[in-house]
Structure formats: structure tokens, C-alpha cells
Antibody, heavy 121, light 107 residues
Framework: EVQLLESGGGLVQPGGSLRLSCAAS????????MSWVRQAPGKGLEWVSA????????YYADSVKGRFTISRDNSKNTLSLQMNSLRGDDTAVYYC??????????????WGQGALVTVSS | DIQMTQSPSSLSASVGDRVTITCRAS??????LNWYQQKPGKAPKFLIY???SLQSGVPSRFSGSGSGTDFTLTISSLQPEDFATYYC?????????FGQGTKLEIK
């Protein structure tokens, strides 16, 4: 059974930093692209970032480019999102997600339970 | 970036009704269109990929169609557990943009 467990969320001041982690199990982690998707309170889903299975390719939404960094450790089956220069509009539940198949284009088939990030003074 | 527009934004229906949600892409995305269901306080659930392929375990009352820029999600006979918010998402190119969501409510 695929399991994705996010951690690292919390309250941070504007301009601060936070690192989210996603512990994966139940599948061969290194063979799947992974992503982060967020949802601001009462709002819709926003794709944030994605990384290929070997970590060689990374992609970001314009809203986080230059501030967030996605990475993965395939030896530890862990996905990470380093978030710097946080702003109020970064407040959201952050989900990690796994591709449904071997391709970026196959959709995001499995999701974690989410980690809440609140940016406020 | 490709913009995804869903309609309607909200919909009231009754158990047993047939409902259709539409999703339009701002440019052609072939069949790289996915649908998700989300219930309050829960993570999204993957329903349909490649516009019309049902994810394993998803009831057959759900179906998807379309290609190019226009897509639909149809629920043939609404069940109580289907009342939720539905999102389309394109996976043709990054960023993998979502539609704004369609909230399906009980009439």
C-alpha cells in the first residue's frame, strides 16, 4: 500500500523559512516523479513543484520560483520542499503526491494527508 | 501557462441524478486531462486520467470524455458519497494547472 506522510508544517513569520518532508513507502520511490500541491484555506488546488524520479529535473510554479526548492533522497525514500522568503499567501495545506504511472503526464495518483503551513506575524 | 476553466463553479443535484462538469483548456492539451474528487478536510482522490481512463477502484458511474481543449466529467447516477468538490488538471505541460473546482451539493 502506498503511503505518503508529510511533516514539518507549522507557524512561521513572514520572510522566514520552513522545510517540509514527505516520507514515502509501499512503492519503489526512485521510479516515480513526485510533486507538491498546495491549497490555501477555502481555496482550490495549486500545483507548486515537481521532481523527476532520479532528481535530475525539477519544475516550479511561477509563484514560488526562486523561493522554494524541491529535492529528494532516494536512499531514504524522502521528498522535501525547502521554503524560503515565505509570504502570507504561502499559507496553505501542502500535499505531496506521486505520479500514477511512470510518466509526468499520467496524473497524480496518490496523495499524502497534507501539512499545514501558516505564515503570520 | 495553460489555464483551466471549469463550469459550473457549483451545482446542486439530487441522489440518482446524472450530472456533467465541463473543463476547458486555454490551449490544446491532447488527452492529458485528469479529474480529482476532494471532500472537506481530505486529500484529493484521483478519479480519471488521460481524459477518459478510470483509475482502479473508482466506480463505473464516473466517466470522462474529450480531447484537445474541451472535456467533461459525468456521474451517471449520483450517490450520497459523490457530493464533493471536483477538479480537473492538465498534465500536458508544467505547471500542471488545476481548474478552479466545481462544488457538487445536495439539492
Amino acid at each position: 500500500e502506498v503511503q505518503l506522510l508529510e511533516s514539518g508544517g507549522g507557524l512561521v513569520q513572514p520572510g522566514g523559512s520552513l522545510r517540509l518532508s514527505c516520507a514515502a513507502s509501499g512503492f519503489t520511490f526512485s521510479t516515480y516523479a513526485m510533486s507538491w500541491v498546495r491549497q490555501a484555506p477555502g481555496k482550490g488546488l495549486e500545483w507548486v513543484s515537481a521532481i523527476s524520479g532520479n532528481g535530475g529535473n525539477t519544475y516550479y510554479a511561477d509563484s514560488v520560483k526562486g523561493r522554494f526548492t524541491i529535492s529528494r533522497d532516494n536512499s531514504k525514500n524522502t521528498l522535501s520542499l525547502q521554503m524560503n522568503s515565505l509570504r502570507g499567501d504561502d499559507t496553505a495545506v501542502y500535499y505531496c503526491a506521486k505520479t500514477a504511472g511512470g510518466s509526468w503526464r499520467s496524473g497524480w495518483g496518490d496523495w499524502g494527508q497534507g501539512a499545514l503551513v501558516t505564515v503570520s506575524s | 501557462d495553460i489555464q483551466m476553466t471549469q463550469s459550473p463553479s457549483s451545482l446542486s443535484a439530487s441522489v440518482g441524478d446524472r450530472v456533467t462538469i465541463t473543463c476547458r483548456a486555454s490551449q490544446t492539451i491532447s488527452s492529458y486531462l485528469n479529474w480529482y474528487q476532494q471532500k472537506p478536510g481530505k486529500a484529493p482522490k484521483f478519479l480519471i486520467y488521460a481524459a477518459s481512463s478510470l483509475q482502479s477502484g473508482v466506480p463505473s458511474r464516473f466517466s470522462g470524455s474529450g480531447s484537445g481543449t474541451d472535456f467533461t466529467l459525468t456521474i451517471s447516477s449520483l450517490q450520497p458519497e459523490d457530493f464533493a468538490t471536483y477538479y480537473c488538471q492538465q498534465s500536458s505541460s508544467v505547471p500542471h494547472t488545476f481548474g478552479q473546482g466545481t462544488k457538487l451539493e445536495i439539492k
